[in-house]
């Protein structure tokens, strides 16, 4: 009878220790199926070396992508910087029908879409799309920021992805250069600082460079009692300027810094009705022009 407990014992044990070998692996395969690899999408090589004149070529790279059959981005750049001669699509897809293949140098966008037809879908890795650039006479670094990238399968679904901007060096210094303007209250809202107009003082004017993350990049000054402001020692390339009246955020523009001057600005008109948009204890001096 002992003897037939401990039999029973060690063939229970052998059938537990068979069921962990079977189930595991079930386990490991449910495991994998659950969490597929991510998929990025990349500039190759991460930074560009832009020394010389010569055209330079960029990868837009698609890692560990599964059913890829169609795809849309845009690429955003300093213009000031690069100049982009051309984006066509990679050799990952079968380009059979491109919807858009655009390059905007005076906006710094170049945009790409395009789709199989008859194919089968892709997985795997490889290029998307190809960018060939060469420098401007502005030397230095420029981003090179992937936005509105839309992978999608067969079905139209979209394919979840990450992010990986790339960047391109000149690897010297960029020309320092200044910036100068002025800012007016324009109260007849006829775009000419008229002699009886005041001029703004300690008023905030904002300069940050562009397409690249404001908190590393964005500065600011306050203008002087004739409404004057100065942006010395920033390095020449494209930079975005704006002030505020208020909570609004006004005056919004787009200001290139050349590599070979210095650049002075019209003066800037502040319409409409003022409000102070910075706390303090005193209010800013109006000043006749």
Avoid at 70 to 90: N, R
Wanted: proline share 4%.
């Amino acid at each position: 009878m002992i003897e037939h407990a401990r039999a029973r014992r060690n063939l229970w044990g052998t059938l537990s220790i068979v069921a962990v070998l079977i189930v595991l692996p079930f386990f490991a395969l449910h495991l994998a199926q659950a969490s597929p690899l991510a998929t990025n999408v990349s500039v190759k090589p991460a930074t560009l070396d832009l020394t010389s004149s010569a055209i330079v070529t960029a990868t837009i790279w698609v890692e560990d992508v599964e059913s890829l059959y169609g795809l849309e981005l845009d690429i955003w750049y300093d213009p000031s910087v690069v100049y982009v001669e051309q984006i066509e699509p990679g050799s990952f897809l079968s380009a059979d029908f491109v919807v858009e293949h655009n390059v905007d140098n005076s906006a710094g966008h170049a945009s790409l879409a395009y789709t199989q037809l008859a194919n089968s879908p892709r997985t795997g890795s490889g290029d998307i799309a190809i960018v060939r650039l060469r420098k401007t006479d502005c030397l230095g670094q420029s981003s090179l920021n992937l936005t509105d990238v839309i992978l999608s399968d067969q079905d139209g679904k979209a394919i979840s992805h990450t992010l990986v901007a790339g960047r391109t060096d000149s690897g010297v210094a960029p020309t320092i250069r200044r910036l100068t303007g002025s800012l007016f209250h324009d109260s007849n809202n006829n775009g000419t600082w008229d002699q009886a107009e005041d001029a703004l003082t300690a008023w905030p004017i904002y300069l940050q460079r562009f397409r690249i993350p404001q908190e590393e990049t964005q500065t600011f000054r306050l203008t002087d009692q004739t409404g004057s402001f100065e942006f010395s020692n920033i390095a020449c390339g494209r930079y975005n300027l704006w002030s505020r009246n208020g909570s609004a955020t006004v005056l919004t523009q787009t200001v290139d810094l050349p590599g070979a001057t210095d650049l002075q600005l019209s003066p800037l008109a502040l319409v409409g009705s003022l409000q102070y948009p910075l706390k303090q204890l005193f209010l800013p001096v109006l000043s006749h022009k």
